[in-house]
């Protein structure tokens, strides 16, 4: 696991360290030690802790002007045993929801496996989006499949026209404009 990078691409653009309301704002990153830890397999020290022992993330681009979120992830989403989403939701989308942020995009191309339990937070975040939405990006089918198992397809937007395979070819606010259009085709608006 530790070969798998966060998606560095994108950089040049935004800097969840180098930015003032960012969570991780003055993080310091040493990639030369590997200290964090995922079922005792070390990971990237590009990804950042949010709280759970399972599941890291990346923010990988903020817009302030469109609300934009892109988060990507690694690791075990596991709500049963770590409730993952609360810390996901209370550490660090609480922050971005103060900040103005109603458009979240999750990439789980890393996302091993998924462990449920109740749909509370989910359903907290999709109240709290109001005219936002979140959607979720290149999770495994069988991730796909267990999460819908507990709803969560009823807060969080995903597959069909979604699956964009190619989402690091393209700049951050093309693929958030991409990602904002085909919601809205979904939703009729």
């Known amino acids: 696991m530790h070969n798998i990078e966060p ?3 994108w950089l040049k ?20 030690l590997y200290s964090e830890t995922i079922y005792g397999y070390y990971i990237d020290p590009g990804w ?24 990507e992830f690694i690791g075990e989403w596991n709500d049963a045993l770590h409730n993952d989403v609360m810390h996901l939701k209370r550490n660090i989308v609480d922050e971005l929801l103060a900040a103005g ?8 191309e890393n996302v091993l496996n998924f462990h449920g339990s109740d749909d509370s937070y989910y359903e907290e975040w999709f109240e709290d989006v109001e005219d936002g939405w979140v959607t979720a990006i290149g999770f495994r089918d069988f991730v796909l499949s267990e999460m819908n198992l507990y709803n969560i397809d009823t807060y969080v ?19 958030c404009q991409l990602v904002d259009s085909l919601i809205q085709k979904r939703l009729g608006m």
């Open 157 to 175: 937007n995903s597959g069909g026209n979604l699956e964009i395979i190619n989402w690091r070819t393209m700049k951050p606010d093309i693929f």
């Open 7 to 9: 998606f560095y691409g």
């Open 101 to 108: 942020f109603t458009k979240y995009i999750l990439i789980g």
């Open 13 to 32: 653009y935004y800097d969840s360290s180098q930015d003032e309301y960012s969570p991780f704002h003055g993080k310091e990153y040493n990639y030369d």
């Open 48 to 71: 950042d802790f949010i709280g759970s022992e399972t599941l890291y993330i990346k923010i990988l681009y903020l817009d302030y002007e469109q609300g934009y979120a892109v988060i």
